[in-house]
């Protein structure tokens, strides 16, 4: 029953279907396909489907059940969106020493957050859900955010994120 939900009918012409996967695809010039990103609570980061949720769990367990959010960011030369975790820690008190070790042991490579940012509070729906869009659109641009933002360096450590590694991003020259 749930798989048939996804199914959807008549879309182009009566009798056809099409199975709606959240994938969202773009046709080019010649008229071909390709992967462009997700709908939904996940993002795709090196040919993988990241599951915000999923990586939302981990990464509360490892911190002391701080609130978090996992979502993607979109960076400049890279297919797919990186990952990134706004995590409630308005006392700084989270150990990016214990948070590195924690996601390289409980997260395959491609599901480890590329940046995480700590923030004094997280806004919420009425329904008590967290807002991800504005953290999205954000992203890890040091001119919106004033917050401080950490970037996984390829040796697996949470570094301050500064204005240098993001040039770097900005023109291609980053390791990620």
């Not at 008549?10 to 080019?28: E, M």
């Not at 409980?106 to 599901?111: G, T």
């Not at 401080?148 to 770097?168: A, N």
Request: proline share 3%; hydrophobic share 35%.
């Amino acid at each position: 029953k749930a798989s048939e939900k996804k199914i959807l009918r008549d879309v182009f012409k009566k009798g056809d279907a099409y199975f709606n996967s959240g994938d969202i695809l773009v046709r080019d010039i010649y008229g071909y396909f390709f992967f462009r990103d997700r709908t939904g609570d996940t993002f795709r980061w090196r040919g993988e489907n990241v599951s915000t949720s999923e990586v939302e769990a981990v990464i509360s367990n490892i911190v002391g059940l701080h609130d978090c959010v996992v979502y993607g960011v979109e960076i400049p030369h890279v297919e797919g969106r990186a990952g990134m975790a706004a995590i409630v820690d308005p006392q700084r008190e989270i150990s990016l020493e214990n948070l590195s070790n924690g996601v390289r042991g409980c997260l395959p490579a491609y599901a480890r957050p590329v940046f995480v940012r700590l923030m004094n509070e997280l806004s919420m729906t009425g329904t008590f859900k967290m807002k991800k869009l504005g953290l999205q659109t954000d992203g890890f641009d040091l001119e919106k955010v004033q917050d401080p933002i950490y970037f996984l360096h390829p040796d697996g450590v949470y570094r301050l994120f500064t204005k240098d590694d993001y040039d770097k991003i900005q023109s291609g020259n980053a390791r990620l």
